[in-house]
């Protein structure tokens, strides 16, 4: 069992940036990939950013060149930095954790707004 505890959200005027954190504990060991998706209101959840054991990476086309992700496989961390944030990119943003199972994070709300 694979628990998630996630940080770094909350309010940002639009241009600026915000870094999402997630630790895993419980059964990191056996991770093959993390990443974060975010929901919108009245949308479904979208994949926003992934990266595999092996450093493998995978981007959405709305974020390329403006998130990066980045992990830590000592401390099991995976991170986001989000640059030129617009109002588009609003959402509860959740870590991801794959290993023969996928788990979630609690989310945590990400407000894009002037």
């Known amino acids: 069992q694979v628990h998630l505890a996630e940080s770094g959200g909350g309010l940002v005027q639009p241009g600026g940036s915000l870094t999402l954190s997630c630790e895993a504990s419980g059964g990191w060991f056996s991770i093959y990939s993390m990443g974060w998706y975010r929901q919108a209101s009245g949308k479904e959840r979208e994949l926003v950013a992934n990266i595999t054991i092996d450093g493998h990476i995978v981007y959405a086309d709305s974020v390329k060149g403006r998130f990066t992700i980045s992990r830590d496989n000592y401390r099991h961390t995976v991170t986001l930095q989000m640059d030129s944030l617009t109002p588009e990119d609003t959402a509860v943003y959740y870590c991801?954790?794959?290993?023969?199972?996928?788990?979630w994070g609690q989310g945590t709300q990400v407000t894009v707004s002037s």
């Open positions: 991801n954790a794959v290993t023969s199972r996928w788990f």
